[in-house]
């Protein structure tokens, strides 16, 4: 009795309706998570029993029509049969990419997790401030992530290179990462989000000092260092005027870091894939 409730398209459209609105609060109350995945269960089940029961069968007895030559009037009247079984099989790989897609929004929201990290050069984190996480998403501590080096090119990418390190020191992975080239270690994608200078150590006499930065300029009394890029050299001025350029003996900054596992991905992918050439398909 459920399912042939579920199977009706009105009962299907209002489902990814409310989909829709539970995504929008989620936002704002994050405990309608558990809701919006019993909705995601429910349309997979409406989309299967929908293909399973009226458009596979459907589809079936229109081809037994055609061996037996019940569709001879219609094929003499100009109907195509691959066109008219086109029609038939294309709203079925909608309804199961739709189904692939929402089974792997389904893992990711059981399995997966994110989480966003700000760490210097030449500094080791774990991962510790978690954005989301499924109820069955395992975030290990048998890792470390270390940013190694940061560049910037001549036209203002910034590259990090990034470090996997297990809790004895051993170097598992190695990557250089930017905001367009993510990197993947064991099925975990790590994006660079963004970077930030922290400041500069300066040596003045026998004294040494920390000056933070902000917008490439070190203030301190009167006295500016501005930096044009990541290098140890940045001009001093005084009252506005140029001076000299000063050599620093280090350049802090950090990378923003974000860790994201996603273990419905593929399915993800591959159903989108599907649902776009079933469309173009049915479309041609």
Request: aromatic residues 8%.
């Amino acid at each position: 009795m459920l399912i042939k409730i579920l199977i009706k398209i009105e009962v299907a459209i209002s489902l990814l309706l409310m989909i829709a609105l539970v995504n929008v609060l989620i936002s704002v109350i994050p405990g309608l998570m558990i809701v919006n995945e019993m909705l995601l269960v429910l349309l997979s089940i409406s989309l299967m029993g929908c293909t399973l029961k009226v458009q596979i069968p459907s589809w079936k007895l229109e081809r037994v029509k055609r061996r037996w030559g019940k569709k001879e009037a219609q094929v003499q009247q100009g109907e195509k049969w691959n066109e008219y079984e086109k029609n038939q099989l294309a709203p079925i790989g909608i309804h199961m990419s739709m189904i692939g897609m929402m089974g792997g929004s389904m893992l990711d929201a059981i399995g997966g997790y994110t989480a966003q990290e700000r760490i210097g050069v030449t500094e080791i984190s774990h991962i510790q401030n978690v954005v989301s996480a499924g109820y069955g998403s395992r975030i290990g501590q048998e890792w470390n992530i270390r940013v190694n080096e940061m560049k910037i090119s001549k036209e203002g990418e910034v590259r990090s290179e990034v470090e996997i390190i297990d809790n004895e020191g051993k170097s598992e992975w190695k990557e250089w990462i930017s905001v367009n080239h993510p990197g993947k270690y064991k099925g975990r994608w790590i994006y660079q989000t963004d970077w930030k200078w922290e400041g500069v150590r300066i040596k003045r006499g026998e004294k040494r000092y920390e000056c933070g930065i902000r917008g490439g300029i070190c203030k301190w009394g009167e006295e500016r260092l501005v930096f044009k890029d990541l290098s140890t050299k940045g001009m001093l001025y005084k009252q506005g005027k140029a001076v000299k350029e000063v050599e620093v003996e280090e350049v802090m900054v950090s990378a923003g870091l974000q860790i994201k596992e996603s273990p419905g991905l593929g399915m993800i992918w591959v159903g989108s894939g599907t649902l776009m050439a079933s469309l173009i398909w049915l479309l041609l």
